[in-house]
């Protein structure tokens, strides 16, 4: 079997897996990450969605060998030092969840919406998560949910460059 070696939510892990093995069951079964939920298996629904080396991916479509040496984080790794990231606080502040079934997903890829659009419009939300599902809310909520998290991440970046830039007395 084939031994690879992955970095989830900043550990590093070696594990022997079998080729057909997908990303969302090493996460899950071996790694412990449940965080990641199994939808469809099959890339249409996105609540399997995970950051791979930086960007969103359906983790039910990546081969576990195919993530070999790569960055991935998950919902779990989302949160540091005990506090939640701004769009897992937004979601939970606009009541952008029912079920919960499909929030994992759809937090990782309004996560990676926002790299190429910080400041999206609710027509550019709804397209960019328009491959993660949703069968409870509607979507209006998600929709502002995704618009405060991307305000409160852009006044945090402000707020952290802003203090870069003070010069040493």
């Known amino acids: 079997m084939p031994r690879i070696t992955v970095n989830v939510d900043g550990i590093a892990y070696e594990e ?3 080729p057909r093995l997908l990303l969302v069951h090493l996460l899950r ?5 449940t965080g990641t939920p199994i939808g469809c298996d099959t890339g249409n629904c996105g609540a399997c969605t995970v ?3 930086g960007r969103s991916a359906k983790s039910c479509s990546v081969l576990a060998v195919q993530a070999d040496g790569s960055d991935v ?3 779990e790794g989302l949160a540091q030092g005990g506090e939640w990231h701004p769009m897992q606080r937004a979601f939970h502040e606009e009541h952008a969840l029912q079920c919960g079934y499909c929030t994992p997903g759809m937090i990782m890829a309004a ?3 926002l790299r190429d659009d910080p400041d999206p419009s609710e027509e550019a939300v709804r397209e960019g998560l328009e491959g993660n599902l949703c069968r409870c809310t509607g979507y209006c ?3 502002r949910a995704v618009r405060r998290g991307a305000a409160e991440m ?3 970046s402000a707020s952290e460059s802003s203090a870069q830039e003070v010069p040493a007395p």
């Open 154 to 156: 852009s006044r945090r």
């Open 51 to 53: 950051m791979l080396d």
């Open 16 to 18: 022997e897996v079998e």
């Open 111 to 113: 996560i990676d919406l």
């Open 141 to 143: 909520n998600i929709v």
């Open 73 to 75: 984080v998950t919902i």
């Open 29 to 33: 079964d071996r790694l412990g990450r």
